[in-house]
């Protein structure tokens, strides 16, 4: 059992947890994760490590609210427990240790990229970062990523920072900047069209892939991927990969396999919910 | 009255009934819901002996001065003895005997193969039906669990030695248990949200209930083992932290990494390893989706490629989900098949389908990457192999196209690196299995190990008999 000591809310659906989990506090690195389940009879979900607070022997975990089980783990409240926090999980981040890094963050990946950020900068990498949401609430991470360099927001809309994609100002920067590596975090697609942008300027991209896990410790497979035309568990030989090599469409496909029952969880969930009521 | 050779003590009961008599008595067969039944619940197939047919069968044993079946059983239960209690009538003596030499009875009872050891054995199969061991222990038991009367014999002497045991499975629980009994403080590291390890996650409902995983695990703590889940030894602590909190450390962490087949189309959706098939369905209890948050697909025909127990677990785990047809598909025939007989006679009930000398060359999808077709490869018998079994040989141009949504793949699992690849000094074989020497020591002094990280995917009670064995060398290592 894991209490949550502290919970703020990031954007409409992107909350934060700061959660007692005091050894892995201690040993986690970047670009690891935990496996999690939030009561008897919830799914075990993959959530990578934000960030730890050794003295408190705590971690912050960021949740974004699209399926049922991702849904109830947000109503969670300060103070409220976690039945079951495993890990650290996965490899952790392969950093440079000089040079110059861009960060891409897109949405709740930006969670991911911030503590990557933080052990480049321990590396003392300079970094530069880009990130980016729908619109305004959905930037987060912001201020956090200032303390370690320059940040660059855009906004699908328009709404905060540049209009635009995040690989439209990783491009006006691969062009002004030397850039030594890439880490890209973020849906998909975005990932996909980071890689695309990266790949003919031979500029090394590492990205953070998300598939659906049930143990974490490579025991099931379900997290297969394909790296380099050879299939990957994502949770014990990744999360990281090098991005010019992963087969986008197939961790995109794959992740649709529970579309249909995603759709039944979601209905059945009799309970309001709880999102609306929640305070910031 | 005379004494028992067996076990020297009185048993006036047994000593009126003669052999000829004991011959006499059929073997009796274990309840069980009917196959129409069962094939629509998780519910356990096997229902238990009661008393009266417990008694009639445990008459049936010949009591032998040399019993073979003892030998035959990897952690050499003392089957006469416990058998003659049963015949009596004196249940908490046969359990005070079984207890004495088998930590986990209600699990071994209900998933040893029995017929490859003490059955086989059994100087009674040499003429018929063999007594039937594995019932009568179940039988024993279960009654335990139902009177809930027996703790652990533990030895009031403590040795103040702490040990540590990676992975709650059969040969982690097994040790643990022994480890206890002989004086030591004992901590279990289990990765998952439960302990139990096969016998949560792999081993189905209906063959294995959880509430006796459960039952089992529960009577280990209150004996004072301690169990910690969420630790992933490799991660959250290393084997080498480990070593230095605890005075001696066994490694039973199976061999949990599913090998798949290397064929085209293994990534399409609807294709599981038999591991991720039965973890969604056992430990995270898919089969009451959605009561419960995880899911599992579902199709109308459902092929599993394999011919072991874990194929057989998959293709009656499918028909109970709904499967119209769920066929086994298996590169040789049905006597190689490295199945529980039990296994494949409950599977033949069910209506389970078997695609004999078939073996799948590539998995079709459709147009959205679902799953459409099995392609496979008829095969012929050739020379027995190094396993001692018929080398398969495929035929040329016999493909055909087995229609399914969804492919599970049983063919068995390797080493899990996660542990070993954090820890140099561990020396491990060619497939990454670790090394022990007669004793269960691994080539690092104080570190023991057994199960599947020794052996490559076995069976529970190999796991059983490893984790004992390496506790009494652990007792051995800690007062020399």
């Known amino acids: ?280 | 009255m005379k004494n028992c050779v067996q076990c020297s003590s009185v048993h006036s009961s047994q000593q009126k009934l003669s052999v000829r008599e004991r011959l006499l008595i059929p073997r009796q067969k274990m309840p069980e819901q009917p196959p129409e039944v069962r094939t629509h619940n998780f519910d356990e197939v096997n229902l238990g002996f009661s008393e009266q047919l417990a008694i009639l069968e445990a008459r049936r044993c010949l009591l032998c001065k040399n019993p073979k079946c003892v030998e035959g059983c990897p952690v050499m239960v003392n089957v006469p003895r416990f058998i003659s209690y049963i015949a009596e009538g004196n249940f908490e003596a046969a359990a005070e005997s079984l207890f004495a030499d088998n930590a986990l009875p209600a699990i071994t009872g209900r998933v040893c193969p029995q017929e490859t050891q003490c059955e086989k054995t059994c100087v009674r199969a040499n003429k018929g039906e063999p007594v039937a061991i594995g019932h009568l222990e179940r039988f024993v038991a279960d009654w335990v669990l139902q009177k809930r009367t027996r703790g652990l014999n533990i030895s009031a002497e403590k040795s103040g030695k702490k040990v540590a045991v990676v992975g709650s499975g059969p040969a982690g629980l097994t040790a643990a248990g022994e480890l206890l009994r002989l004086g030591h403080s004992v901590t279990v590291f289990e990765a998952l949200h439960e302990p139990g390890g096969v016998l949560v996650y792999g081993i189905p409902e209906f063959r294995l209930p959880k509430s006796i995983v459960r039952a089992e695990v529960e009577r280990l703590k209150q004996a004072g083992v301690k169990i910690e889940c969420n630790v992933v030894i490799g991660r959250t602590y290393t084997l080498d932290e480990l070593r230095n909190s605890f005075d001696a450390v066994f490694i039973g962490n199976g061999a949990g990494l599913p090998v798949f087949l290397d064929i085209p189309g293994e990534n399409l959706k609807g294709v599981y390893s038999a591991n991720e098939y039965l973890t969604r369905v056992n430990l995270m209890g898919a089969y009451a989706f959605p009561k419960f948050d995880t899911p599992v697909l579902t199709g109308k025909s459902v092929a599993v490629i394999g011919g072991g127990n874990v194929a057989m677990d998959a293709a009656r785990t499918a028909k109970r989900l709904g499967a119209e047809s769920s066929t086994i598909v298996y590169r040789r025939t049905k006597k190689e098949m490295p199945a529980r007989l039990e296994e494949i006679h409950h599977a033949e009930e069910e209506g389970i389908k078997f695609e004999f000398l078939a073996a799948p060359i590539e998995i079709i999808g459709n147009n959205e990457k679902w799953v459409k077709a099995l392609k496979c490869q008829k095969m012929k018998l050739g020379e027995p192999d190094a396993s001692g079994r018929c080398r398969p040989i495929p035929i040329e141009g016999s493909e055909y196209e087995l229609p399914c949504e969804i492919v599970i793949v049983a063919v068995g699992t390797k080493a899990n690196p996660l542990l070993t690849s954090t820890c140099p000094g561990l020396k491990l074989d060619k497939r990454g299995n670790i090394i022990v020497d007669q004793n269960g020591m691994t080539s690092i002094p104080g570190v023991f190990a057994g199960g599947d990280i020794v052996r490559g995917a076995a069976t529970v009670i190999l796991a059983m008999g490893d984790g004992k064995r390496a506790a009494m060398a652990i007792d051995q290592y800690l007062r020399d």
């Open chain 1, 1 to 280: 059992m894991n209490r949550i000591f502290n919970k703020s809310q990031l954007s409409p659906n992107v909350f934060k947890f700061e959660v007692e989990a005091e050894r892995i506090a201690q040993v986690r690195k970047p670009g690891q994760f935990v496996i999690v389940r939030a009561r008897q009879g919830a799914e075990r979900i993959p959530l990578t490590i934000a960030d730890a607070n050794i003295s408190k022997g705590t971690i912050t975990l960021v949740v974004q609210a699209v399926g049922k089980s991702t849904r109830d783990l947000a109503s969670l409240q300060k103070g409220d427990f976690i039945n079951d926090i495993a890990g650290p999980l996965g490899k952790p981040t392969d950093l440079i240790d000089h040079g110059t890094a861009l960060c891409i963050g897109g949405g709740v990946g930006t969670a991911v990229v911030y503590p990557i950020i933080k052990g480049l900068s321990n590396n003392n990498v300079k970094i530069i970062s880009v990130i980016g949401g729908r619109s305004k609430e959905w930037v987060i991470f912001e201020k956090e990523l200032k303390e370690f360099g320059e940040v660059f927001v855009c906004t699908d809309d328009g709404s905060y920072g540049t209009k635009g994609f995040v690989t439209n100002l990783a491009e006006e920067i691969l062009k002004r900047s030397r850039v030594d590596i890439v880490y890209a975090v973020g849906p998909v697609p975005m990932m996909r069209a980071v890689a695309n942008l990266t790949r003919p300027l031979q500029v090394k991209t590492i990205v953070s892939l998300n598939p659906i896990m049930v143990d974490g410790t490579g025991m099931c497979g379900g997290c297969r991927v394909v790296v380099n035309g050879v299939t990957k568990f994502a949770c014990v030989d990744g999360p990281e990969f090098d991005g010019h090599q992963v087969d986008f469409d197939l961790l995109m496909d794959r992740l649709s396999t529970y579309k249909a029952q995603e759709r039944i969880a979601v209905t059945l969930h009799s309970e309001p919910c709880k999102l609306s009521e929640v305070k910031v």
